[in-house]
């Protein structure tokens, strides 16, 4: 309702109105991890990270975060089309998805020496308000062999003569 008020006269009156145009934007980026269930320790491991845009809209600022699991080390990235780097053990991928694409990161590290399971688990971000968290990480766990020592052999020494004999054979 608005009130007008001109040299004394008051007119009242009220109208709708209505407001033409888009709400906020958002859009449902997901991510997904592999990797293979069991590798030997110091063996070279790699997780397949699969980004996807799920829409309504393109995502232009979408961020991944992988920290690695403790005890791995680095040895390459291959980012496609994103920008990927490594600090402090945590690999960030700067990139765009437009609607309904997908794109796949590939991150090899060294596996520990020790024995047991390592769990790493990616985020995504798009920068948007995203209508479904629930794929916005994702996890693998790899369980870890340890390889097997270097034992040196020695010939048994059933072998040898006793005594310093002389041994023929036939």
Known sequence: TVDVSLGGCLSTGST???????GP??????????APPSVQGGATLVYTLTVT??????????????PLPAG??????????FNCGSS????????????????????????PALNGPITNTAHVDAGLPDPNANN?????????????????T???S????ADHGNVNSA
């Open 158 to 161: 059933l072998l040898a003569p």
């Open 88 to 111: 402090n053990s945590t690999i960030t991928c700067l990139g765009s998805l437009i609607v309904n694409a997908s794109k796949d990161i590939l991150i090899t590290v060294t596996a």
């Open 16 to 22: 709708s109105v209505s407001v033409i145009g888009t």
């Open 53 to 66: 845009n799920y829409g309504p809209t393109n995502a232009s600022l979408v961020t991944i975060t992988d």
């Open 25 to 34: 934007s958002q859009t449902d980026v997901g991510i997904t991890k592999v």
């Open 136 to 152: 916005d990480h994702a996890s693998a766990t790899t369980n870890v062999i340890a390889a097997p020592a270097n034992c040196t």
């Open 154 to 156: 020695v010939p048994p």
């Open 72 to 81: 791995t080390t680095l040895v390459a990235i291959n980012d496609g089309t």
